[in-house]
């Protein structure tokens, strides 16, 4: 049954449960539906969701299913496909076959009316496409603009949390614009990144070493459209050299690399030695949602930290 006291999600792309291991891990989160297409990720999530429906192709997914089966949705999560936004592939954009799958997100938001939208991407969503720097992203903001969101973003590598690979990416939270969503102790919802930052400083102040230096963070240029209250922050960016034990944070965040599967090519966050080439190439990092899920929460509770 689920827990009316936590922000109900709605995690699209859903790969092998990265977002929602993140989200749920800070105590305020429940996902109630997934959506994924390929099949290994789905037994993935079966095993550890075995309550938890998984809808299979987004493009099929409706308000309307959803309100049949029961499910409502505060937060809608995806790390949509990357193939046609990454330097490795043809840059076709959001206009190509996978990445095109964006307008998928665009449409659950029109009809759902999320409290919250957290998306994840490749950082060359920022600047692309190189014949219009920055237009992939104005286009991003433009169709949260129009459904009614403002929208804040963030370059955060896993790096930053102190990953042993840089592994960049983009994340964008949004949420309803009007009336600037004032909370109860008359705090701003705005400012996810700025919460999460301070939430992570905090963390490092309880004792961990950083090699982190601060750095510029990819701009985009050309943005097409201007009515989201967007902001970017510098977060620091890191080698990831050091892996020692963070203090946890309000009974979650911290320690959290030492259950990475000791093999010789990247850490990703994910516990308990999930198959790497099937599920953790598309995977996100879960430490990264967790920060973002924490800084949530405490912005609604008007508490910076």
């Not at 006291?5 to 859903?14: E, I, T």
Request: aromatic share 6%; with cysteine.
């Amino acid at each position: 049954m689920t827990d009316m006291s936590k922000l109900r999600v709605l995690d699209l792309f859903s790969g092998i449960g990265g977002f929602s291991l993140g989200l749920e891990r800070t105590g305020g989160f429940e996902t109630v539906a997934f959506c994924e297409i390929e099949p290994f990720p789905r037994r993935v999530l079966a095993k550890h969701w075995p309550g938890v429906p998984c809808y299979e192709d987004v493009r099929t997914l409706t308000a309307d299913a959803l309100d049949r089966d029961g499910i409502g949705v505060d937060v809608i999560t995806g790390g949509f496909p990357c193939q046609d936004l990454s330097v490795a592939g043809r840059r076709a954009g959001l206009n190509g076959e996978r990445s095109g799958l964006w307008s998928e997100i665009v449409r659950l938001i029109r009809e759902l009316s999320p409290s919250y939208v957290i998306v994840e991407n490749v950082a060359n969503l920022l600047s692309g496409p190189s014949e219009q720097r920055g237009g992939w992203f104005g286009r991003v903001l433009g169709d949260l603009a129009e459904c009614g969101y403002d929208a804040e973003w963030e370059n955060i590598p896993a790096a930053a949390l102190g990953a042993q690979h840089r592994r960049e990416r983009v994340w964008i939270v949004a949420y309803a614009s009007q009336d600037r969503r004032e909370i109860s102790r008359g705090g701003d919802v705005g400012c996810v990144f700025d919460t999460a930052r301070e939430l992570w400083l905090w963390v490092e102040s309880c004792g961990a070493r950083s090699s982190r230096s601060a750095g510029a963070l990819a701009d985009a240029d050309g943005l097409r459209h201007s009515r989201p209250r967007a902001s970017r922050h510098a977060f620091s960016q890191a080698k990831g050299e050091d892996r020692e034990t963070i203090k946890p944070i309000h009974g979650g965040l911290g320690d959290i690399w030492r259950t990475e599967p000791d093999v010789g090519r990247v850490a990703d966050g994910v516990p308990q030695r999930v198959d790497r080439l099937a599920g953790l190439g598309n995977a996100v990092v879960p430490q990264i949602p967790e920060l973002i899920g924490r800084a949530i929460l405490a912005s609604r509770r008007g508490v910076a930290a």
